[in-house]
């Protein structure tokens, strides 16, 4: 006799059963973990996703302000010179230089980690920041410059970035800072996310952060490149004197070995960079969870062998130092010279205020575009482009630049590579937990994670640009005072490797194509344009007009071009005179063919 069998339920797996714990914990309740569609684990790997995409920072970020020289001095030298510092650099500053870099890279992961907290906590955000590309390259080479070459000493910059810190504190506990967001006309708000994805995919196809696709040319600025080691060469402005001597450029810089003098496409880092983006890209045909990760460790894993072509540690003094430093494996470094160190005594001069105000103003505009791009490519925003947990979105970033001005580098930002982990599925303030998780482990683990090499890093920049290019369907192409702006914004943020010029190249562009509009407004609460309201002998009401319109254009003239506009005020305003009364005769002939 046949018995039936009831269908045995399949038992949750043990992921499952995790998640399900979680969301019922106070912590799931806490983080909105049902509310916002996601899971623990979900969060975890965004976070190891967005860590791992943003893990360069750590080297990076380091080398590039140990450029500026830190607080070493020609006293650090053996023979103390003023050239000592210079190529070829005496090997006592050589030395503090190394010990500043290593300074550099706990300085960053502190900052970062302190703000990944902030955000997480607070804000509840899937966001994680560190010290922003492009401003510790303005603080490292224009406002410090090379070996401290240039106006402002390392600690006066830093104390300029305090302040600065502090300010932007402020305005961001007033509320002002999101009001001043709101001021970004929509076209560009829309278009900064897709500009901020192409300039990800730019910096993922240079070679030094990036898989090497791009190389500098002298006659179009970028070319293709891909050449290996031994046929780079670096760029250098030289001054060459009556005897013949050539010696670097006041303020000068040498930059990295960009230029490929041959066997262009045949660097074996740029053919493993390729394999990486295959993985990765066919892991998001299929939607396979974790593709980021699976390309990222897999090209690292192989460049860690060493005396192979696409090693990360050469045969040279370099490779030999930095392959020294990642057998320790784990490291605890102590911050020696650039914690405290920031000094007041600049603060009555012109380039610290000049310094102080460029960093406010690229903070206002960059981090914030950032920030809001990073929310709208999450889906957070509503209709009028607020999110929840902004407030403290703002305060969290604003908070890590003054304690990252306390421990010697340049401003925290949230950083680009978050979209990595809100690809991933981050959602809540898990994701920023799990990455301020890995920044405490880097602490110990440092060797490791500041040897991932930058063309594992190149392929998921670039195919988070892929991703962020979706944007653009929502700009309205066939209206060119929209699509203008939106294509301005968007093309100069790769171009000019700057989201604040992006940003202030679509802001300008809208403003004027927007003027006429704006007049027609204006002078149409003076009646003008109405048959029954104008008679052209009312002397009064055109010197009104024409004032208004005046001190508006130049207004606007000023906000476009900022302080560099301040010593020509006096031509922008006499043409912004002409154009009024061009504006006013053009009105009143209008108005007088209408009656």
Same mark, same amino acid.
């Given at each position: 006799?046949?018995?039936?069998?009831?269908?045995q339920s399949r038992k949750p797996s043990f992921l499952t059963?995790?998640?399900? +714990?979680?969301?019922?914990?106070?912590?799931?309740?806490?983080?909105?973990?049902?509310?916002?569609?996601?899971?623990?684990?979900?969060?975890?790997?965004?976070?190891?996703?967005?860590?791992?995409?943003?893990?360069?920072?750590?080297? =990076?970020?380091?080398?590039?302000?140990?450029?500026?020289g830190g607080t070493c001095t020609i006293a650090d030298c053996?023979?103390?010179?003023?050239?000592?510092?210079?190529?070829?650099?005496?090997?006592?500053?050589?030395?503090?230089?190394?010990?500043?870099?290593?300074? &550099?890279? *706990?300085?960053?992961?502190?900052?970062?980690?302190?703000?990944?907290?902030? $955000?997480?906590? !607070?804000?509840?955000?899937?966001?994680?920041?560190?010290?922003? $590309?492009?401003?510790?390259?303005?603080?490292?080479?224009?406002?410090?410059?090379? +070996?401290?070459?240039?106006?402002?000493?390392?600690?006066?910059?830093?104390?300029?970035?305090?302040?600065? #810190?502090?300010?932007?504190?402020?305005?961001?506990?007033?509320? &002002?800072?999101?009001?001043?967001?709101?001021?970004?006309?929509?076209? *560009?708000? *829309?278009?900064?996310?897709?500009?901020?994805?192409?300039?990800?995919?730019?910096?993922g196809l240079q070679g030094k952060q990036g898989i090497g696709?791009?190389?500098?040319?002298?006659?179009?600025? =970028?070319?293709?490149?891909?050449?290996?080691?031994?046929?780079?060469?670096?760029?250098?402005?030289?001054?060459?004197?009556?005897? #013949?001597?050539?010696?670097?450029?006041?303020?000068?810089?040498?930059?990295?070995?960009?230029?490929?003098?041959?066997?262009?496409?045949?660097?074996?880092?740029?053919?493993?960079?390729?394999?990486? !983006?295959?993985?990765?890209?066919?892991?998001?045909?299929?939607?396979?969870?974790?593709?980021?990760?699976?390309?990222?460790? !897999?090209?690292?894993?192989?460049?860690?062998?060493?005396?192979?072509?696409?090693?990360?540690?050469?045969?040279?003094?370099?490779?030999?130092?930095?392959?020294?430093?990642?057998?320790?494996? %784990?490291?605890? +470094?102590?911050?020696?010279?650039?914690?405290?160190?920031?000094?007041?005594?600049?603060?009555?001069?012109?380039?610290?205020?000049?310094?102080? %105000?460029?960093?406010?103003?690229?903070?206002?505009?960059?981090?914030?575009?950032?920030?809001?791009?990073?929310?709208?490519?999450?889906?957070?925003?509503?209709?009028?482009?607020?999110?929840?947990?902004?407030? !403290?979105?703002?305060?969290?970033?604003?908070?890590?630049?003054?304690?990252?001005?306390?421990?010697?580098?340049?401003?925290?930002?949230?950083?680009?590579?978050?979209?990595?982990?809100?690809?991933?599925?981050?959602?809540?303030?898990?994701?920023?937990?799990?990455?301020?998780?890995?920044?405490?482990? %880097?602490?110990?683990?440092?060797? &490791?994670?500041?040897?991932?090499?930058?063309? %594992?890093?190149?392929?998921?920049?670039?195919?988070?640009?892929?991703?962020?290019?979706?944007?653009?369907?929502?700009?309205?192409?066939?209206? $060119?005072?929209?699509?203008?702006?939106?294509?301005?914004?968007?093309?100069?943020?790769?171009?000019?490797?700057?989201?604040?010029?992006?940003?202030?190249?679509?802001?300008?562009?809208?403003?004027?194509?927007?003027?006429?509009?704006?007049?027609?407004?204006?002078?149409?609460?003076?009646?003008?344009?109405?048959?029954?309201?104008?008679?052209?002998?009312?002397?009064?009401?055109?010197?009104?007009?024409?004032?208004?319109?005046?001190?508006?254009?130049?207004?606007?003239?000023?906000?476009?071009?900022?302080?560099?506009?301040?010593?020509?005020?006096?031509?922008?305003?006499?043409?912004? +005179?002409?154009?009024?009364?061009?504006?006013?005769?053009? *009105?009143?002939?209008?108005?007088?063919?209408?009656?």
């Amino acid at each position: 006799m046949a018995t039936d069998t009831l269908p045995q339920s399949r038992k949750p797996s043990f992921l499952t059963l995790i998640n399900s +714990h979680v969301a019922s914990s106070w912590a799931g309740t806490r983080f909105k973990l049902a509310e916002r569609n996601t899971t623990f684990t979900t969060e975890l790997r965004a976070g190891t996703t967005t860590f791992l995409s943003m893990a360069y920072i750590l080297a =990076v970020n380091a080398s590039i302000l140990a450029d500026s020289g830190g607080t070493c001095t020609i006293a650090d030298c053996i023979n103390p010179h003023e050239s000592c510092k210079f190529p070829p650099v005496d090997h006592g500053y050589a030395d503090c230089l190394e010990r500043t870099r290593r300074d &550099l890279i *706990v300085a960053t992961v502190t900052s970062s980690l302190i703000g990944c907290l902030i $955000m997480g906590v !607070f804000a509840n955000l899937p966001l994680a920041l560190a010290p922003g $590309m492009g401003s510790n390259a303005y603080f490292a080479y224009t406002v410090v410059g090379y +070996h401290g070459s240039g106006n402002v000493p390392y600690r006066g910059a830093l104390a300029a970035i305090f302040i600065e #810190g502090l300010i932007f504190v402020f305005i961001s506990a007033i509320g &002002l800072r999101a009001k001043l967001v709101k001021l970004v006309p929509k076209p *560009v708000r *829309v278009s900064s996310a897709a500009g901020i994805g192409l300039f990800l995919a730019f910096i993922g196809l240079q070679g030094k952060q990036g898989i090497g696709l791009i190389g500098y040319s002298s006659s179009t600025l =970028v070319t293709l490149g891909a050449c290996p080691r031994n046929s780079r060469a670096s760029l250098a402005p030289v001054v060459t004197a009556a005897n #013949g001597s050539v010696s670097l450029i006041s303020g000068g810089t040498v930059s990295g070995n960009m230029l490929c003098l041959d066997h262009r496409m045949q660097s074996p880092t740029f053919w493993l960079g390729i394999v990486g !983006f295959v993985i990765i890209s066919y892991c998001l045909v299929k939607n396979i969870k974790g593709a980021m990760i699976y390309g990222i460790i !897999f090209v690292t894993v192989i460049s860690w062998l060493r005396h192979t072509t696409v090693t990360t540690f050469p045969d040279t003094e370099v490779g030999n130092s930095a392959y020294q430093y990642f057998k320790k494996v %784990a490291d605890v +470094h102590v911050i020696k010279s650039t914690a405290g160190a920031l000094s007041f005594k600049d603060i009555g001069k012109g380039y610290f205020w000049e310094a102080l %105000a460029t960093f406010l103003y690229v903070d206002i505009l960059d981090t914030t575009g950032t920030l809001y791009s990073m929310a709208r490519f999450a889906g957070f925003t509503d209709a009028n482009g607020d999110f929840e947990g902004q407030y !403290f979105a703002f305060m969290s970033d604003a908070t890590a630049i003054v304690v990252g001005s306390l421990l010697g580098t340049s401003p925290v930002t949230v950083f680009i590579e978050s979209s990595t982990g809100i690809r991933e599925g981050g959602r809540t303030g898990l994701t920023a937990l799990t990455v301020a998780g890995y920044f405490f482990l %880097a602490f110990f683990f440092t060797p &490791l994670l500041a040897s991932i090499p930058a063309w %594992a890093i190149g392929p998921p920049l670039i195919l988070v640009g892929v991703m962020m290019m979706k944007a653009v369907v929502e700009i309205e192409w066939s209206d $060119m005072r929209e699509a203008i702006p939106a294509f301005v914004t968007m093309i100069l943020m790769p171009f000019t490797y700057s989201i604040a010029y992006g940003l202030i190249g679509g802001i300008g562009t809208y403003i004027v194509l927007h003027l006429w509009d704006w007049g027609e407004k204006l002078v149409g609460k003076f009646g003008i344009g109405k048959r029954s309201s104008y008679v052209l002998t009312t002397p009064r009401k055109k010197k009104e007009i024409d004032i208004l319109i005046r001190d508006n254009i130049d207004k606007v003239l000023f906000l476009v071009f900022g302080r560099i506009a301040y010593p020509y005020r006096l031509c922008l305003a006499k043409a912004a +005179h002409e154009v009024s009364e061009f504006t006013t005769v053009a *009105v009143m002939a209008i108005d007088s063919e209408d009656i």
